[in-house]
């Protein structure tokens, strides 16, 4: 039987939408509305697709989103004293650092800057080690976009194999704790696992996030499983996940495509991160 | 072949001397030696237990150790204002919370109100955050504890499958997290999880804290797998594990026993802590 393919614009298209209300009682009532800030440093393509799908999200929505781009041979300084001032800055609700940064600056020194309130990211290693410690506040979008879709369809990962491909500070590591907390038995595997479909073909949920086409083909799922593609590739015949869909569709229970699955919710999860934050700021 | 056993009061040892001679010449040179202080309320058996030993550990080193005692009855602000008070008493170099505490307590303030620089436990979410984001600084004594015996063992995780029966906050999480830094492919299980053989008999490293005696029989452990009882089970013949260690060590290739294994390194790690907080206090 073929795959629910689970559509991730629908998803997040109905977080938006309550986003625009929100803010529409908030801009109706108090005459303000969120505002954040994007650091770039440089300009990498990939970031700037993302960063454009995201400010679209933002205009649609009603949150104010401005760009500080600093060149790629800022100083250390430069950018701390940036964030610091948008630290104490009212009226900035939220501070991204856009990624890649140059590789003579340190990332966590920098994530460290950024207060913890305004941490739009949910990078900041305090707002890590809440999500270690069960306290969950800003999780990082990515793994809360893969819990997003998780519920939205209703699906409880209590005491179910989960399968995770991808072990980075971003996407694997978070995601493992936000699953543990919810009980469910976590496998957690990447490039240096030597028998990945061992794992992967036992597995009731399969999230990968591993960046390699066609990686997990239908050997490597189990009938009726719960597939989760967070890989984005581009290639020449266009944008890619890890999954190669056409097969796996026939043998997963629900699948999310690639384009159009967990990326745009991943984008309206940015935008719940920047209500999170803007309550914070403007909590008494 | 039986198993090599772990000796871990001899590691223990070991990490005592290095520590012990660190003391002797801070003592020497500089007329100051750490001091830590344990913040106890009401009084826990097992707790009392351990703390017994910690001391007992601290007072071999040269470590000054006092605990502040305070009723079952004490109230969030007095717990708060003596945090606050030993966050800034520039003599004292290390916080311990004793757990449990009581119920009307909520453990994530109060652990979060300790200065993350005196956070001997290494739960404060800043330095769990850490752990997570691969910055690792203050770790908790039992996931160092399992980390210091596999090096004392020379036994390097990267790309090898191991298997933590836990997913507690003290635990399972930093372990997980620990193990994700190092590259290993790690599974975690607990009392949700449907199919602990499965996991556990593929495990190149075993590695269990589920406080369950005779848990973990010949059938979950893989031939000369490398297993790690962190288990701490007082029962009426004494304390012994998780692990079945008559029938376990003929099938296993390395075994940390119960008692002697896991808990003295646990203690020794301990004060390494203490040492670690102890230099980030007086550094400038």
Same mark, same amino acid.
């Not at 908030?26 to 970031?47: C, E, K, R, S, Y």
């Not at 950018?79 to 140059?102: E, R, S, Y």
């Not at 979008?141 to 939205?152: D, K, M, N, R, Y």
């Not at 984005?232 to 890890?242: A, R, W, Y």
């Given at each position: 039987?073929?795959? @629910? #393919?689970?559509?991730?614009?629908?998803?997040?298209?109905?977080?938006? /939408?309550?986003?625009?209300?929100?803010?529409?009682?908030?801009?109706?009532?108090?005459?303000? #509305?969120?505002?954040?800030?994007?650091?770039?440093?440089?300009?990498?393509?990939?970031?700037?697709?993302?960063?454009?799908?995201?400010?679209?999200?933002? /205009?649609?929505?009603?949150?104010?989103?401005?760009?500080?781009?600093?060149?790629?041979?800022?100083?250390?300084?430069? %950018?701390?004293?940036?964030?610091?001032?948008?630290?104490?800055?009212?009226?900035?609700?939220?501070?991204?650092?856009?990624?890649?940064?140059?590789?003579?600056?340190?990332?966590?020194?920098?994530?460290?800057?950024?207060?913890? +309130?305004?941490?739009?990211?949910?990078?900041?290693?305090?707002?890590?080690?809440?999500?270690?410690?069960?306290?969950?506040?800003?999780?990082?979008?990515?793994?809360?976009?893969?819990? @997003?879709?998780?519920?939205?369809?209703?699906?409880? %990962?209590?005491?179910?194999?989960?399968?995770?491909?991808?072990?980075?500070?971003?996407?694997?590591?978070?995601?493992?704790?936000?699953?543990?907390?919810?009980?469910?038995?976590?496998?957690?595997?990447? %490039?240096?696992? +030597?028998?990945?479909?061992?794992?992967?073909?036992?597995?009731?949920?399969?999230?990968?996030?591993?960046?390699?086409?066609?990686?997990? @083909?239908?050997?490597?799922? /189990?009938?009726?499983?719960?597939?989760?593609?967070? *890989?984005?590739?581009?290639?020449?015949?266009?944008?890619?996940?890890?999954?190669?869909?056409?097969?796996?569709?026939?043998?997963? *229970? +629900?699948?999310?495509?690639?384009?159009?699955?967990?990326?745009?919710?991943?984008?309206?999860?940015?935008?719940?991160?920047?209500?999170?934050?803007?309550?914070?700021?403007?909590?008494?």
């Amino acid at each position: 039987m073929a795959a @629910t #393919i689970i559509d991730g614009r629908k998803i997040a298209s109905e977080i938006q /939408k309550n986003i625009l209300d929100e803010i529409t009682t908030l801009h109706n009532t108090h005459q303000t #509305i969120p505002q954040i800030t994007t650091i770039i440093i440089g300009n990498d393509p990939a970031a700037t697709l993302y960063l454009r799908l995201r400010d679209s999200a933002c /205009k649609t929505v009603g949150i104010r989103s401005q760009h500080i781009e600093l060149p790629m041979t800022v100083s250390e300084k430069t %950018v701390l004293d940036t964030i610091h001032d948008l630290n104490i800055n009212p009226d900035i609700h939220g501070i991204f650092l856009q990624f890649p940064i140059p590789k003579n600056l340190f990332p966590e020194r920098l994530m460290n800057a950024i207060d913890p +309130k305004k941490d739009v990211e949910g990078f900041h290693p305090l707002n890590m080690g809440r999500i270690l410690i069960g306290d969950e506040h800003l999780v990082p979008c990515t793994p809360l976009a893969v819990l @997003t879709i998780l519920e939205h369809e209703h699906f409880g %990962v209590k005491g179910k194999d989960v399968v995770v491909v991808n072990h980075s500070t971003v996407v694997g590591k978070p995601l493992t704790a936000l699953l543990l907390n919810r009980n469910a038995t976590v496998s957690i595997c990447h %490039v240096y696992t +030597k028998h990945l479909k061992q794992y992967t073909s036992n597995a009731d949920v399969l999230i990968t996030a591993a960046g390699v086409p066609k990686l997990i @083909t239908t050997d490597h799922v /189990k009938e009726g499983a719960f597939v989760i593609d967070v *890989g984005i590739i581009q290639t020449k015949d266009g944008v890619c996940g890890d999954v190669d869909f056409q097969t796996v569709k026939e043998k997963a *229970g +629900k699948l999310t495509p690639v384009p159009g699955g967990v990326g745009p919710v991943t984008i309206a999860c940015s935008l719940q991160n920047m209500m999170k934050t803007y309550r914070s700021c403007t909590s008494t």
